[in-house]
C-alpha cells in the first residue's frame, strides 16, 4: 500500500458545509417540532400518497429520462413552451447544474448575502468564485450594490425572491430596473422556491419576467408549497439555450418517477394544496404580529418562515427554543430563522421567544 491519496480538486478545499436543519428530536431525546428546514408540516395529500404508492409498485425500472409527462403538465400550467422546462433534483440540484452550464475557474457569480445556503458552496464546486453581496440594513437585496459588483467575469446572478432566510422581496419596479441594467450575456436567476406564499401584490411573477428576457431564469420547486421535500423535484423555466444546457448538465435519470408522477399530481391537487399554503401565510401573519407585539424587530416576510436577528445571543436563543419543544435553523452570530409550522409548533416558538424577550 502506497501512502498515496487520490488526487482531488484543490477547489474543494475549505468548501463551507450545507448544513441541514436539526431533525425533530432534542437533546434530551424527547420529541419536538421541527421548524429548521423550510418545510411543509402537513402531511401528502390522499390523492397524491395513491399515486406515489403506486408508482412504486415498478421502482425496479429506470424514471422516464425527459421527465416528459411532468413536463407536459408544467408547460400547460405556465403557458411556456415545453422547451423552455427543465426538471432536476429539487430546485438545488437545477441550480447546481446552471453552474456547471455557465460558470467554471475565473468566473464570478454574484449573489446576495446573507441568502441561501447552497449559493457558496455550488459556485465553489464549479470552480467559479463567488461574489457575495451583502444585504441592505433592512435585510433585502441590495440590487444596485449587486449592479456595481458586475465584471467582464460575472456569468451568474443569484437573486432569491423572497429571499432565504430572512423572507424578505424584491419589488417589480426595483428587479425590472436590475435586469435592465445587467448584461444581456450574464444569467439571472430568479430563485422562487417560496413564491407561493407571496401575497405582496408588487412582487413580479418570475415567470412573466422572463418571458421577453433570454438572460433570465427563474427556479421553482415542489419542496415547499407543494410538500415534496423527500422526494426532490424542482424545475427551470429558461429560454431555449439555457434550458438546453440544464438538460445537457443534468444526472441521467435524476428525478424517480415517484418524484415526477407525485408532481403531476400535485399539480392537479393544485386547488387543495394552495388552500394549505393560505393557512400557513395566516399562521405567518399571527407568528409575525405576536413576535413584532414582543417587542422584535422581524423584517416583513412573503415566505414560510421568520427571520430574527439575534447576534452572539442567536445559540441561546436556539437552545432556549429547543427547551421549549421546537427546533429552529440558527446561523452563528447572525440570527435565527423559523420555519411556519402548524398551529400547536408556532405556539411554543411564540412562547419562547416571549420568555427569552423578558431576559433581553
Ligand atoms: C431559496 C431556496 N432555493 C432552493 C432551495 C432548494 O430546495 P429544493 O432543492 O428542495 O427544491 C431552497 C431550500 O431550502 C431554498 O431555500
New binding site residues.
Given amino acids: 500500500m502506497t501512502e498515496a491519496q487520490p488526487r482531488l480538486r484543490a477547489a474543494l478545499r475549505g468548501i463551507p458545509v450545507y448544513k441541514p436543519g436539526k431533525p425533530a428530536v432534542s437533546a434530551t431525546g424527547a420529541p419536538v417540532y421541527k421548524l429548521s428546514?423550510?418545510e411543509n408540516p402537513y402531511a401528502p395529500l390522499p390523492g397524491v400518497m395513491e399515486t406515489v404508492t403506486n408508482a412504486a409498485q415498478s421502482f425496479n425500472r429506470y424514471p422516464d429520462m425527459a421527465c416528459a409527462g411532468l413536463t407536459a403538465e408544467l408547460a400547460k400550467r405556465f403557458d411556456v413552451p415545453e422547451s423552455h422546462i427543465a426538471t432536476g433534483?429539487?430546485?438545488?440540484?437545477v441550480?447546481q447544474q446552471l453552474l456547471q452550464a455557465t460558470s467554471g475557474p475565473g468566473d464570478e457569480v454574484i449573489y446576495a448575502w446573507r441568502?441561501?445556503e447552497?449559493y457558496p458552496i455550488i459556485t465553489q464546486v464549479a470552480g467559479a468564485t463567488s461574489v457575495p453581496v451583502p444585504l441592505t440594513d433592512g435585510e433585502v437585496h441590495d440590487l444596485d450594490a449587486m449592479l456595481a459588483a458586475v465584471t467582464d467575469r460575472t456569468r451568474l446572478i443569484f437573486v432569491?425572491n423572497p429571499n432565504?432566510p430572512t423572507g424578505t422581496v424584491v419589488r417589480r419596479a426595483e428587479l425590472e430596473r436590475f435586469l435592465d441594467r445587467v448584461p444581456s450575456d450574464v444569467l439571472v436567476v430568479l430563485?422562487e422556491?417560496?413564491r407561493e406564499f407571496i401575497r405582496d401584490p408588487q412582487v413580479p411573477d418570475g415567470t412573466e419576467l422572463y418571458r421577453d428576457r433570454p438572460n433570465v431564469c427563474v427556479?421553482r420547486?415542489?419542496?415547499?408549497a407543494y410538500g415534496l421535500?423527500g422526494l426532490?423535484v424542482?424545475f427551470a423555466i429558461a429560454h431555449e439555450p439555457v434550458a438546453a444546457a440544464l438538460r445537457q448538465t443534468a444526472v441521467p435519470f435524476g428525478v424517480s418517477q415517484l418524484a415526477q408522477d407525485a408532481a403531476v399530481a400535485s399539480l392537479r391537487s393544485e386547488e387543495a394544496l394552495l388552500e394549505r399554503v393560505d393557512s400557513l401565510v395566516a399562521e405567518r401573519t399571527r407568528v409575525y404580529e405576536a413576535l413584532t407585539e414582543q417587542g422584535w424587530t422581524v423584517p416583513e416576510t412573503q415566505a414560510n418562515f421568520v427571520w430574527l436577528r439575534l447576534g452572539d445571543r442567536t445559540l441561546d436563543f436556539a437552545a432556549a427554543c429547543e427547551r421549549a419543544g421546537v427546533v429552529v435553523r440558527p446561523f452563528q452570530g447572525e440570527g435565527i430563522r423559523a420555519t411556519i409550522g402548524e398551529r400547536e409548533a408556532n405556539d411554543l416558538f411564540l412562547r419562547a421567544a416571549a420568555e427569552f424577550r423578558k431576559e433581553l
Avoid: E, P, Q
Fill in positions: 428546514s423550510n433534483t429539487g430546485s438545488v440540484g441550480a441568502s441561501f447552497a432569491c432565504n430563485d422556491a417560496y427556479l420547486t415542489f419542496s415547499k421535500a426532490r424542482g
